[in-house]
Nanobody, 123 residues
């Protein structure tokens, strides 16, 4: 098990950028694949990006390709989500999640979740 704490959310104008961070506890962070999800009011939680445990392979949902970048620093037990060219429809609570082993792109496959950080993009 790992405990996850997100930070970096906030209010930004359309076209702006934010970088989210997710700090993980535990000494085995490097064994966990990580994902970023988001949930807008009244909508289901949706997957945005994922990265393998060693960080060599990344995956993105179509709606963030070319705008968001997921990365990780295993020495710092931290995963990041760089968000550029933000749109009002990106407004949501963003969650990081961890799963032991292989990367996944659905929420049910992750069993460790942070508390979320709010991202609001104004038009």
């Amino acid at each position: 098990q790992v405990q996850l704490v997100e930070s970096g959310g906030g209010l930004v104008q359309a076209g702006g950028s934010l970088r989210l961070s997710c700090a993980a506890s535990g000494r085995t962070f490097g064994n966990y694949a990580m994902g970023w999800f988001r949930q807008a009011p009244g909508k289901e939680r949706e997957w945005a990006a994922a990265i393998t445990s060693a960080g060599g392979i990344t995956h993105y949902a179509d709606f963030v390709k070319g705008r968001f970048t997921i990365s990780r620093d295993n020495a710092k037990n931290t995963v990041y989500l760089q968000m550029n060219s933000l749109k009002p429809e990106d407004t949501a609570v963003y969650y990081c999640a961890a799963r032991y082993g292989f990367v996944a792109t659905t929420a049910v496959e992750y069993d460790n979740w942070g508390q979320g950080t709010q991202v609001t993009v104004s038009s």
